[in-house]
């Protein structure tokens, strides 16, 4: 068997997982993404149609009940009815924030999905990051033993920073 050809296969079945989990993950984001315009979406429409609604029956309420009181109190029964929509406006906008607070995060599982992929993949990894430094710790007891150490420290300094 040729080593080479093993270590090869090796990545290349490597990249192949790789491709596959991106692709996977990236049709996640895709249907949450479609779900998460869908929702706004139709969050908008419905709020639209609940405003304008509210808003038509608010001024015929308040242009009635100012009809039925008496002349002489016609302004102050105007000045309520503005205060009480105020206060409506204001409770709406509490509302509004308390509920934008309360979602969950947008696209919240496919980013739970790659943390999970990354500590897999750390996982995965863990034994080949021990066999690379116990070559390096046999690599540099043999520099020392036949006393290149000292004249390839720089080196192997910049090669371990890569």
């Not at 596959?20 to 993950?25: D, E, P, S, V, Y």
């Not at 984001?29 to 149609?49: D, I, N, P």
């Not at 002349?71 to 009815?81: G, M, N, P, Q, W």
């Amino acid at each position: 068997m040729n080593p080479g050809a093993g270590l090869l296969g090796s990545l290349q079945a490597l990249l192949d997982s790789a491709a596959a989990l991106a692709r996977a993950r990236l049709e996640l984001f895709g249907a949450e993404l479609q779900q998460e315009l869908a929702r706004l979406f139709y969050a908008l429409a419905g709020a639209l149609v609940v405003l304008l609604l509210a808003a038509l029956g608010a001024a015929f309420a308040a242009g009635a009940l100012l009809l039925a009181v008496a002349e002489a109190h016609r302004a102050l029964a105007a000045v309520l009815i503005a205060l009480f929509f105020f206060g409506l406006a204001l409770a709406a906008a509490f509302s509004l924030r308390r509920l934008g607070a309360g979602r969950p995060r947008p696209f919240a599982a496919s980013l739970a999905e790659l943390e999970r992929d990354r500590e897999r993949f750390a996982t995965a990894l863990e034994p080949v990051a021990r066999r690379v430094s116990s070559a390096d710790q046999v690599i540099g007891t043999a520099l020392r033993v036949l006393g290149w150490g000292a004249r390839l420290a720089p080196v192997l300094a910049l090669l371990r920073r890569r």
